[in-house]
């Protein structure tokens, strides 16, 4: 048996001899004859087709390098041969002619190998023969081509001929103005249009205080005559309580509401509410989106209601002089203030603007003389009422939007608070004068549109702030620092829509830490908290109260709530012992 090295190299030639080209010599290979090499350069050669000739003569014989499959590695082609290696040039190359003839039949006898492959391949190609291919794909083609889509026509529809009778149609017998018998309403006259268009116009002047109801004038007289007996008594110095607040909740609980305490003060929705400060006969004034201004004087109930029209837009702002409960001052959306003066029966004009744009306004002095006026685009403007004059005597800028209310603190009454869009800051009055009008002091946390922010009635070291993000805040003001930090934030439904005033926080003026506000849950109620965030007191009535108050205000010294709807009606809620 041949070494492992001679075997693995014959079948390399075997291979390259395959792959050779028809004509062409196969490789030969020279091997030195004798062992070793020592100096001998004689060498063998012996051709390559003989020896593939001995391998295939034995092709009855297992070869010792058969793979595990049993099959052995033959030639997949006849292999050519040479026939001597005396024929063979020194290169090593040969062509067919010189092979002899016996090399050529054994050549073309084929081993075990080649014939079971030949018969393989035969099978293979009669059964892809037989699966018909070609055709089923040339019959898939044709059935993927699209065939055209024919369209089904519809006949046209017959138009109906009309019988000549036409079919009543059905109208309201209200848009042909018709009473139900049939007869015509009478025409809308001419005059109550032109007095709807002269509901905006701004009458210039003074204003006599004269009722709506011009025929009864004898509840006018009463009511006025009324007004001024509480006013020209001795002036009310406020005292502020400094009452537990336990005692104060126990207060608060005895405060009921009782038929006759609520009245339709005025035609339209309440916007303003204020209470006269006289501790022995309590006087509401209520301001409403018409420019409408109601007195109710509660101890007359519903006999004693009027109504006066001082402006022609929604009265934002009400407040009674702190010098003179005899002169109520208004503020309305058409760009003035009117001070309705009991003594002279007037409503003088105090402020004009040439806008139609102001919102709030507070006194600036204690004596109600001077007067911080605000307008929604942002401006301020001082006003000084011993002036002859009618308009500002400073206006200033302050660089905000939706500018809602202003509030001046009660001790240092040189800083104002402003409750405008997404913000409330705290300015100095004294730097509305230069170039540079920034704020002293901000808040933060606001997120939307602020309604309201007050500063407390009686050190002004709180401001409770209530806006369009469902939160009431409250801010420690008792250090005016440039970032204020807030107190507490209480979590209020204060989604009031379109057709409610929105909700304002605002403080007893009995007290320090206890403010009212409005309230969406049901049953309808009127709520008290306290500065540190806890309801103190929730004022309900299933009987008598059944809509949202939106507008509340309390009496500075006595125990009296008055809340106001959006259908112009008051609810008063007062302790059992004043009631006469």
């Known amino acids: 048996m041949k070494p492992a090295g001679n075997r693995r190299s014959l079948r390399q030639s075997a291979a390259a001899g395959r792959r050779q080209e028809p004509g062409a010599a196969p490789p030969s290979r020279k091997r030195p004859v004798g062992g070793g090499g020592g100096g001998n350069d004689k060498e063998e050669e012996e051709p ?141 006259p001419i005059e109550t249009q032109m007095k709807a268009e002269e509901i905006d116009e701004r009458i210039p002047g003074p204003l006599k205080m004269v009722g709506n109801d011009e025929e009864d004038s004898k509840v006018t007289e009463n009511l006025i005559n009324t007004w001024l007996d509480i006013s020209q008594g001795e002036m009310h110095i406020e005292e502020k309580q400094s009452v537990e607040l336990k005692k104060y909740k126990s207060s608060l609980n005895r405060m009921t509401i009782q038929e006759g305490f609520v009245a339709k003060v005025t035609t339209k929705r309440v916007c303003s509410l204020a209470l006269h400060p006289s501790q022995h006969r309590f006087l509401v004034a209520a301001g409403s989106t018409s420019g409408h201004v109601g007195l109710w004087d509660l101890s007359s109930q519903a006999d004693g209601i009027l109504e006066f029209k001082p402006h022609c837009g929604p009265i934002n702002c009400l407040h009674f002089s702190p010098s003179n409960s005899a002169e109520l001052l208004s503020l309305s959306n058409d760009g003035s203030i009117r001070c309705g003066n009991v003594a002279a029966a007037v409503f003088d004009e105090v402020y004009t603007s040439d806008t139609w744009n102001t919102s709030s306004f507070d006194f600036l002095a204690e004596d109600g003389s001077t007067l911080i ?46 409750a405008a869009a997404r913000c409330v800051t705290i300015y100095d009055v004294r730097n509305l004068k230069t170039s540079h009008k920034e704020a002293v002091a901000h808040t933060d946390g606001h997120t939307k549109n602020v309604n309201s922010a007050y500063f407390s009635p009686v050190t002004g070291n709180r401001v409770v702030t209530i806006g369009l993000d469902d939160r009431i805040r409250i801010f420690d003001t008792s250090a005016i620092i440039p970032k204020i930090p807030v107190v507490a934030s209480i979590i209020h439904n204060n989604f009031t829509g379109r057709w409610l005033t929105k909700f304002r926080a605002v403080w007893d003026p009995k007290r320090e830490d206890v403010f009212v506000v409005g309230s969406m849950a049901r049953p309808r109620q009127i709520e008290v908290f306290h500065n540190t965030g806890y309801k103190v007191h929730e004022f309900r009535d299933v009987e008598w109260l059944g809509s949202v108050c939106s507008i509340n205000v309390m009496h500075p010294t006595k125990n009296v709530l008055v809340g106001g709807n959006s259908s112009g009606r008051l609810h008063v809620f007062m302790d059992n012992s004043l009631r006469g």
């Open 48 to 188: 390559l087709p003989r020896r593939l000739m001995r391998r295939m003569t034995r092709a009855g014989s297992q070869p010792d390098h058969v793979p595990p499959g049993g099959i052995p590695p033959v030639p997949t082609a006849p292999v050519e041969t040479d026939s001597d290696s005396s024929n063979q040039s020194d290169s090593g190359s040969s062509s067919d002619d010189e092979l002899p003839l016996a090399f050529h039949r054994k050549s073309e006898e084929l081993s075990v190998y080649e014939k079971k492959r030949l018969k393989n391949i035969q099978e293979n190609a009669q059964f892809f023969a037989s699966l018909n291919m070609l055709e089923t794909a040339n019959k898939l083609r044709e059935i993927g081509k699209r065939q055209p889509i024919k369209r089904r026509i519809v006949p046209r529809r017959e138009k109906l001929k009309s019988s000549g009778e036409q079919l009543t149609v059905r109208r309201s017998m209200r848009l042909l103005r018709l009473e139900p018998t049939g007869t015509p309403l009478p025409e809308i």
């Open 373 to 418: 006026v605000s307008h929604w685009d942002g401006d301020v403007a001082i006003v000084d009422r011993r002036t002859p004059s009618t308009s500002g005597e400073l206006d200033a800028y302050l660089g905000i939007k939706r500018l809602r209310t202003v509030s001046v603190h009660p001790v240092h009454r040189q800083y104002f608070v402003t």
